[in-house]
């Protein structure tokens, strides 16, 4: 297949392991990965916002850039629902755009859904020997139904311990400007999440948003838990990324430490 990776503005600019993680699984089940340089946002944050109409451009944008693939690939739910639900909607009143919409966000998957439905594989050959907590994120619960795909996978993982997250179904309190525009419930809302993720004793929790992780992982850390948010496809793809995160924590908590004495 010619997959081509959306990689999203959080991931590009904040995360880019996580892209990085992508192209090493699917390269690793013998795909070959693209990545075109003309991609942009997706403009979820301009439509969610009531910014319509200037969201429309980098509708185009998105689907003239990835009309030529056969699979486009994002380690976003929020950013694919983006796509496949809002998509259409923002395009309807003009004919072309919506053909072009029609043609490619069908074709547009969240990680775990292009790894089970369609190249109809749940081992990607990983390990990590970790207890890990999973927080099915909103987008992709409620609009992508992504169901227990993500699970399927980490489950598969030789080493893991994957432990169930008591009312994952609760939204971790990010939601984008919702964070900010409601600061007090947003929380609230996060107390509520880091508790339970602490309750199950695990090391890391992943979710396929790392919108959500940098929320949740946020308060993990001024909690002082030592548990560690980590995208699920960091996880998949091997111990490596893992390996080489610890050691430049390690050698920044050196530096401060010198720096301190």
Same mark, same amino acid.
Do not use: W
């Given at each position: 297949?010619? %997959? ?13 392991? !996580? &892209? ?5 699984? *699917?390269?690793?089940? =013998? #795909? ?13 944050? #301009? +439509? ?7 969201? *429309? ?19 976003? &739910? ?11 909607? *923002?395009?309807?009143?003009? +004919? ?29 050959? +990983? ?7 999973? #927080?099915?994120?909103? #987008? ?11 699970? $399927?996978?980490? $489950? ?11 009312? =994952? ?7 984008? !400007? ?7 419930? /947003? ?15 695990? $090391? ?6 790392? /919108? ?7 308060? *993990?850390?001024?909690?002082? !838990?030592?548990?560690? @948010? ?6 998949? @793809? ?14 920044? %908590?050196?530096? =401060? ?5």
């Amino acid at each position: 297949m010619r %997959i081509a990776l959306f990689v999203t503005c959080v991931n590009d600019l904040v995360f880019p392991r !996580t &892209g990085q993680a992508v192209v090493r699984i *699917l390269e690793r089940l =013998g #795909h070959r990965v693209e990545f075109p340089m003309e991609q942009s946002c997706c403009g979820q944050m #301009h +439509a969610n916002s009531g910014y319509r109409a200037e969201a *429309l451009p980098l509708v185009r944008r998105f689907v003239n850039t990835f009309a030529p693939y056969d699979a486009v690939v994002a380690p976003s &739910g929020s950013c694919v629902a983006m796509v496949r639900e809002s998509y259409p909607r *923002l395009a309807a009143s003009d +004919a072309e755009l919506a053909a072009a919409v029609d043609a490619v966000a069908p074709r547009t998957y969240e990680l775990s859904e292009l790894l089970v439905d369609v190249l109809g594989v749940t081992d990607v050959g +990983a390990v990590f020997p970790h207890r890990v907590t999973y #927080h099915p994120t909103c #987008h992709g619960l409620r609009m992508l139904r992504l169901g227990d795909r993500p699970q $399927r996978l980490l $489950r598969a993982v030789r080493g893991l311990d994957l432990v169930e997250l008591p009312g =994952g179904d609760e939204c971790c309190g990010f939601g984008g !400007t919702f964070a900010m525009k409601n600061a007090d419930v /947003s929380a609230a809302m996060l107390a509520d999440k880091c508790a339970a993720v602490c309750g199950t004793g695990a $090391r890391y929790v992943a979710a396929a948003d790392n /919108s959500c992780l940098a929320h949740i992982g946020g308060g *993990l850390s001024r909690g002082g !838990t030592g548990v560690r @948010a980590l995208h699920y496809a960091e996880i998949l @793809a091997g111990m490596q990324v893992l390996e080489a995160e610890q050691a430049l924590d390690s050698e920044q %908590i050196l530096d =401060g430490t010198e720096e301190a004495a």
